[in-house]
């Protein structure tokens, strides 16, 4: 069955550090998309990163990157030089094909301290 | 290009009242779906909109929720005789057309209808 963990609850970094937010999955289809989303406390959902299984390379966005190690099924946000805006809920979810709808994490609390 | 809009983005009711939502998706977006959300969790998917056709309802939707789509443009999520376990953050989101197997097709949120219910 489809699985997305985050075993981090929450997390406390300093500002202007980098930050490594840990995601887990399972799928037994080889065809699946991996993405992050941000959710500041006003609630709206936030795309920030996307990565196909099949993509050779890591997904970079700006300050965000996608550590993929497709072997051990993990998809880690790496934040470069964090912001206090940085501070919200980071989900990570997965679509395989031929399902609509999005498989969500449970999500890890960030917040940046100045 | 306006993202996705939700209204209202707050309601307060009573038990056993009836509520709907609206969501207006991106506009060139034919792919609409509605999600719920609660405290300290991820979201959970509710149902699918391609065009006006409703092509996927979760168990999570009982026979008080029904979802609209009649033009293939905005959304309303009705719920009829809430009870006070249906508050929660009802989300909205939209994606572009694309092949069934592609399972990139981003999804964007609105900024959700949170609900309270008494």
């Known amino acids: 069955a489809q699985k997305i963990t985050q075993t981090q609850p929450g997390m406390f970094v300093q500002e202007k550090e980098a930050v490594t937010l840990d995601c887990t999955y399972d799928t037994s289809d080889p065809s699946y998309g991996l993405f992050w989303y941000k959710q500041p406390s006003s609630g709206e959902m936030i795309f920030l990163i996307y990565?196909?299984?099949?993509d050779q390379q890591n997904a970079t966005e700006g300050r965000y990157s996608l550590n993929f190690q497709k072997a051990r099924k993990s998809a880690n946000l790496v934040i470069s030089a964090s912001q206090l805006g940085d501070s919200a809920m980071y989900f990570c979810a997965m679509r395989e094909p031929f399902n609509y709808q999005l498989i969500w994490g449970a999500g890890t609390k960030l917040i940046i301290k100045p | 290009d306006t993202g996705v809009s939700q209204d209202p983005r707050h309601k307060i009711t009573k038990r056993g009242q009836n509520v709907t939502f609206r969501c207006d998706p991106i506009?060139?977006?034919?792919?609409l779906y509605w999600y719920r959300q609660t405290l300290g969790q991820g979201p959970e998917f509710l149902t699918y909109?391609?065009?006006?056709?409703?092509?996927?309802k979760s168990r999570l939707l009982s026979d008080r929720f029904s979802a609209e789509r009649p033009k293939g443009s905005f959304s309303t999520l009705e719920i009829q005789r809430t009870e006070q376990g249906d508050s929660a953050m009802y989300l909205c989101a939209s994606s572009l057309a694309g092949p069934r197997r592609d399972p990139e097709m981003t999804q964007y949120f609105g900024p959700g209808t949170r609900l309270l219910v008494l």
């Open positions: 990565q196909g299984s099949y």
């Open positions: 506009s060139e977006h034919n792919r």
């Open positions: 909109f391609q065009n006006e056709a409703q092509l996927e």
